[in-house]
């Protein structure tokens, strides 16, 4: 089977990048940034993809992109955090290993710049998150191999737990 070794999934700010581009490293292979495909395809950053077309139109435009990006990428792939929502989406990824990353509320809020990447949290951060962490939360568990958490750790020991969910 051709596609991503692994796929990572989580809300907005749980690492998934920063942990991604770790592990690709450690396994010497590429690091692809599904929001970076976003981004490429319709010349705006996701967060303000979302604002300006509606979750419904974004979640159109994540759902033609992705299976192109699932059969070309052989690397480490992080996908945004409304991604997986898609239940179309959620049938492609079976195929593929997918770890969630999860992280508590408080940590999300400390993150230093997650507002700013997401204006779509605005007005209050905190109870959008909340409401977000609540929604998704059971959607990434189902659709994930296996499940990681990231509050109070580095990078480096999530990307290490991540490796060894691949060995399993």
């Not at 700010?13 to 929001?35: M, N």
């Not at 976003?38 to 992109?65: H, I, M, T, Y």
Request: charged share 20%.
């Amino acid at each position: 089977m051709s596609g991503p070794i692994l796929v990572l999934i989580g809300p907005p700010g749980s690492g998934k990048s920063t942990v991604g581009q770790l592990v690709a490293h450690k396994l010497g292979v590429s690091f692809r940034d599904f929001d970076d495909d976003l981004e490429n395809e319709c010349g705006l950053p996701a967060g303000e993809l979302v604002v300006k077309l509606g979750r419904e139109k974004f979640s159109d435009v994540e759902r033609r992109l992705i299976g192109t990006v699932l059969a070309d990428h052989t690397g480490v792939l992080a996908l945004g955090g409304g991604t997986p929502l898609n239940p179309v989406i959620q049938e492609q990824l079976k195929p593929f290993h997918v770890v969630f990353l999860d992280v508590e509320l408080n940590e999300l809020l400390r993150r230093e710049g997650l507002v700013t990447l997401h204006p779509w949290l605005l007005p209050n951060p905190r109870a959008h998150l909340r409401q977000l962490l609540a929604q998704r939360r059971p959607i990434y568990t189902a659709v994930s191999s296996a499940v990681v958490p990231t509050t109070g750790r580095s990078a480096a020991d999530v990307a290490a737990e991540v490796l060894l969910t691949l060995r399993k």
